[in-house]
């Protein structure tokens, strides 16, 4: 009786194998998409510095490697009022950003830090999302304006004072003939990111304000400003590749790209 068991059970387990053998042979493995990661060509500033010239992030998009499914670019932002949680989150998500990890640190950045699609002006109304079109392009973002932007020597170097978000072709900088032109706000289209009102335009409106705590993009620390940082905000941003698999009908990320933190400052 025992042996008798024993052989039932042994041909339950077999029938069970064949079954699921016969199941996943008709279902097709999950295709697990390999993306190319965007690139830093340019400039990719910390917190730290103190030359508001360098407070812009560059990158290269990566569009000719791709598979088919692959749609396009994005860049991901998350504000702070201290600069300890800034690493400490920036960190958590860089730890697992490898290959053999796959999609891992785009979905810790999005789904559990929370960061948010960057956006335009109202006047346009999108998230920085970069379309597929089979060619590299070159991305530049400066969140804020400094100075009026008289500084500039020509539209070459308009990024070094105006906010702006600037996409070009892959090489060259022939800003004034083959530029797109967006000014970043905040994910909702609605907030800038001059959140002292640097240049007196807001006049009482609701446009340059300061994050407040529980905004989707904004990681409040009670600590508040500390460490000889009174008064500033820090910027965190990221890019990432971006792809719709068909097998999970869900998107498919690339590493990260770390593009760099800024810092928002009262005054300046």
Known sequence: MRNTGFKMKNLSNLFFCLIAGIFVSSC?????????????????????????????????????????????TEVYYKIYNNYSSLTSQRSAILSVNTTSNSSAAATRMIETYTYQPLGTSVNTGRVVFIPNNGQNRRVIIRLKNYLDGSGATGDSDRYNFVACI????????????????????????????????????????????????????????????????DNTYFVQMFAVAKAWNTDTCAPSYSLVLDLGSVPIKKGE
Request: hydrophobic residues 25%.
């Open 166 to 229: 600037g996409i070009y072709g892959e090489t060259g900088f022939d800003y004034k003939y083959s530029g797109e032109y967006y000014i970043p706000y905040r994910n909702g289209n609605s907030k800038s990111f001059d959140f002292f009102d640097y240049n007196e335009d807001n006049k009482g409106g609701s446009r340059d304000v300061e994050p407040v705590e529980g905004d989707a993009d904004y990681f409040y620390n009670s600590s508040g400003f500390s460490d000889g940082y």
């Open 28 to 72: 097709g493995l999950e295709e697990v998409l390999s993306l190319d990661a965007p690139t830093v060509t340019q400039n990719d500033p910390l917190y730290t510095s103190t030359d508001y010239l360098t407070w812009y992030s560059a990158f290269i998009t990566e569009e000719r490697s791709q598979p088919e499914q692959f749609i396009g």
